[in-house]
């Protein structure tokens, strides 16, 4: 079963706007990551967050994380065309760090 | 080298088919994986090799066989498959099964006919 559920499915936005993505999980966690896909290929690692920090930074991205809530979010500000992908987030626990689980997924569109 | 290979892209086989996919990397990560993306789906864990040795089987059907044949290989072995196993397979690689960063290699699209 998946760990995480994403909102929006989908989002269309114009290019040099920011996107925001929210996951939210159900179980306790060791960390969180994202993932981007673009259509029918493999999966791009875009940042990770352990659990005991609350916000991440890279680049374009940030990233937050509330265990409280057991949520997370992405935020992708000055978007690009080439932005458009799906973005995944991803959780492991602590006793199994192989085994992520990806949440469901937003579809990003970028709009010229 | 930061890049996971998979063959062939594209197939397509018949139900009573015998076929293989590949993944290949050269990061010296010593764990792979193997998932499979149905369309507008996240990817599922089916496997995964730790220093060559199978680990976690997510209770995949045996007409999916994977193989480890050395630290840089994966195969899948694919027999008898139905047309509800079409999708993406996808295959992974990280440093150890400890490390959560995985480097996905660009899938292999398999239609069952």
């Known amino acids: 079963s998946q760990q995480g559920e994403e909102d929006p499915q989908a989002l269309s936005i114009q290019e040099g706007e920011n996107a925001t993505m929210n996951c939210s999980y159900k179980?306790?966690?060791?960390?969180l990551q994202w993932y981007r896909q673009n259509s029918g290929r493999g999966l791009v690692h875009l940042i990770l967050i352990r659990s005991n920090e609350r916000e991440k930074h890279s680049g374009r991205l940030r990233v937050t994380l509330d265990t409280s809530k057991k949520s997370s979010s992405l935020l992708i500000t000055a978007s690009r065309a080439a932005d458009t992908a799906s973005y995944f987030c991803?959780?492991?626990?602590?006793?199994?760090?192989?085994?992520?689980?990806f949440g469901s997924g937003t579809r990003l569109s970028i709009r010229p | 080298d930061t890049e996971v290979t998979q063959t062939p892209k594209h197939l397509v086989m018949g139900m009573t088919n015998k076929k293989s996919l590949k993944c290949e990397q050269h990061m010296g990560h010593r764990a792979m994986y193997w998932y499979k993306q149905k369309a507008k789906k996240p990817p599922e864990l089916m496997f995964v090799y730790s220093y060559e040795k199978l680990s976690i089987n997510e209770s995949v059907p045996s007409r999916f066989s994977p193989e480890c044949p050395n630290s840089s290989l994966l195969n899948l072995h694919l027999h008898a498959l139905q047309p509800e196993d079409s999708a993406l397979y996808l295959c992974a690689s990280s440093q150890t099964d400890r490390t959560y960063e995985q480097y996905f290699g660009p899938g292999t699209r398999l239609t069952v006919t």
């Open positions: 179980t306790s966690i060791n960390n």
């Open positions: 991803a959780t492991a626990r602590y006793s199994s760090a192989s085994k992520i689980i």
